[in-house]
């Protein structure tokens, strides 16, 4: 499998400057603001967003400024949403690291992430693209309103595949559609092509999340992080759906009393117990394999999204990144 090192070759230059922009905005004149901005900044993992914005830039025309000021938007723009989520979740982890309302408190970690979204907008008003404004925009409401259904539907964690679906398409498969559309739409890229790499972006994103959510059923030492903490948090992704579906109705009832137990943290003792339970249900009516397949077909549809363009090191680097979004280990 291709790294993220290789992935980056054909823009290699335009990252170390994509790195540099970032660096500078993210400068505050508040001592703890700017140690706050460090800490999330020493977390920022691979970015593959703004991977998918200059990638999705230079398959058509060189990158700009403009590009450049559009992925780093885009980044502080996904990590305040994960400050902001992880205080309305509780989620004490963010990386395999402390999160920001931990390290510090809830009222620290709010007014961060509302620091970096007044940046981003300072960001956007300087590429002055009215196009890119409303990406922005519309992106920041789509992540907004994925996390309040998620909270909220029907006032149910049972959710059903169309609903699970639209959540994350909302919360992910949005997110790196922007990423590409803002991409293209910084080096003007025509309409036909703006479309194929919008598709190719919500598609990227619906991988790398079901990715996400099998992981969930996966053994800790491969993936370096708890298993089933969305069950924990009340969240039920594609695998459990799937294998809901498939079960007889008497031990689908079971395993969704016991979901609501665990969700609930009244089980104690018994959670790892309860834990064992589902994961051992999922794989059995094989859930996880259910959503290989699933994943499996939108990265088909997501490399025919990007049949329009001529062979290059872009498309390559492209079609290797949805390789890495549904391959990783982590």
């Known amino acids: 499998m291709a790294t993220i090192t290789d992935i980056r070759k054909p823009i290699e230059a ?11 905005s993210l400068r505050a004149e508040d001592k703890i603001q700017q140690k706050v901005l460090d800490y999330v900044a020493s977390r920022s993992g691979k970015q593959l967003r703004p991977l998918v914005v200059l990638l999705s830039a230079q398959i058509c025309n060189p990158i700009t400024d403009k590009t ?4 780093v938007a885009l980044e502080m723009l996904h ?7 992880d205080v309305v979740d509780s989620s004490d982890m963010r990386r395999g690291q402390p999160a920001v309302h931990t390290q510090w408190n809830n009222k620290v970690a709010i007014l961060a992430g509302d620091y970096m979204l007044a940046k981003v907008i300072s960001l ?11 990406i922005v ?14 909270l909220h539907v029907d006032q149910s964690m049972w959710i059903d595949e169309a609903q699970y679906l639209t959540i994350i398409n909302r919360k992910t498969a949005q997110l790196f559609q922007a990423c590409a559309e803002a991409g293209a739409e910084s080096a003007g890229c025509t309409p036909r092509q703006r479309a194929s790499l919008r598709e190719y972006g919500r598609l990227l994103g619906l991988c790398f999340q079901i990715k996400d959510d099998i992981f969930d059923y996966s053994d800790l030492e491969e993936i370096g992080k708890p298993t089933m903490s969305d069950l924990q948090d009340g969240k039920v992704t594609m695998p459990l759906i799937e294998a809901l579906r498939r079960a007889p109705q008497d031990e ?10 665990l969700a609930s943290h009244i089980l104690g003792e018994e959670t790892e117990n309860a834990l064992q339970q589902i994961k051992s249900f999922v794989l059995r009516f094989k859930g996880d394999e259910y959503a290989v397949q699933q994943m499996l077909a939108y990265k088909k549809q997501a490399t025919e999204a990007l049949n329009i363009f001529r062979d290059s090191s872009e498309k390559s680097s492209l079609l290797l990144l949805l390789d890495y979004a549904i391959n990783r280990v982590q």
């Open 14 to 24: 335009e990252w170390k400057q994509y790195e540099k922009v970032l660096h500078e």
């Open 68 to 71: 450049l000021r559009s992925a």
């Open 79 to 85: 990590n305040a949403s994960l400050v902001h989520d």
């Open 124 to 134: 956007i008003a300087e590429v002055r693209n009215i196009r890119i404004l409303e």
């Open 137 to 150: 925009s519309q992106l920041g409401r789509s992540l907004s309103s994925g996390e309040m259904l998620q």
């Open 252 to 261: 689908a009832s079971h395993i969704k009393a016991l979901g609501e137990k």
